[in-house]
């Protein structure tokens, strides 16, 4: 069984700096590229970033673009963002997904989220 | 950027009656769509890919159909578990998906 479970939400306040992480079990982690997808208190869904399975290849929304780093640790089966110059508008529940394989694109199973507050 | 409306915003159905969910793309998206099902407090969950692939363990009531920009999600006969938030998404301008806003189904 897919499992991802998030960790490192808090509040933080504007400016600042956080990490997430995202333990994977259940497949075969470096077989897949992995996201991030985002959803503000409320709204819908936001897609944040992209890593290829082997890390060589990263990508990110144009509205954390140089602000937000993704990684990823094939040998401890861990995903990570990396959040800089946090705003308000980074409010959210950061989920960790994987992609369903072969370039997809396709976000096929989700962790439960980690909330992230930016607020002073 | 490919911007991904959906309608309506919230659809009253009746458990057994059948739902219907549009999803438009500003532009073509191919048959490059997913629907995904979102309940309270929970992450979502993939149910169609490709417009009109089943993910897996999916129950047959939900498909999908559609192409280029015109997209739709039916459940034939709703059962209690299906009332949720439903999103499409693109990923056909890879690997940037773009979400709808999404649809509430609710009870009637």
């Known amino acids: 069984e897919v499992q991802l479970v998030e960790s490192g939400g808090v509040v933080v306040q504007p400016g600042g700096s956080l990490r997430l992480s995202c333990a994977a079990s259940?497949?075969?982690?470096?077989?897949?590229?992995m996201h991030w997808v985002r959803q503000a208190p409320g709204k819908g869904l936001e897609w944040v970033s992209l890593?290829?399975?082997?890390?060589?290849?990263?990508y990110y929304a144009d509205s954390v673009k140089g602000r937000f780093t993704i990684s990823r640790d094939n040998s401890k089966n861990s995903l990570y963002l990396q959040m800089n110059s946090l705003r308000a508008e980074d409010t959210a529940l950061y989920y960790c997904?994987?992609?369903?394989?072969?370039?997809?694109?396709?976000?096929?199973?989700w962790g439960q989220g980690t909330l992230v507050t930016v607020s002073s | 950027e490919i911007v991904m409306m959906q309608s309506p915003a919230t659809l009253s159905v009746s458990p057994g009656e059948r739902a219907t969910l549009s999803c438009r793309a500003s532009q073509s998206v191919s048959s490059n769509l997913a629907w995904y099902q979102q309940k309270p407090g929970q992450a979502p969950r993939l149910l169609i890919y490709?417009?009109?692939t089943r993910a897996t363990g999916i129950p047959a009531r939900f498909s999908g159909s559609g192409s280029g920009t015109e997209f739709t999600l039916t459940i034939s006969s709703l059962q209690s578990e299906d009332f949720a938030v439903y999103y499409c998404?693109?990923?056909?301008?890879?690997?940037?998906?773009?979400f709808g806003q999404g649809t509430k189904v609710e009870i009637k």
């Open positions: 997904a994987k992609d369903m394989g072969l370039g997809s694109g396709i976000p096929d199973y």
């Open positions: 490709g417009a009109s």
């Open positions: 998404q693109q990923y056909n301008n890879w690997p940037r998906g773009t």
């Open positions: 259940g497949f075969t982690f470096d077989d897949y590229a």
């Open positions: 890593i290829s399975w082997d890390g060589g290849s990263t």
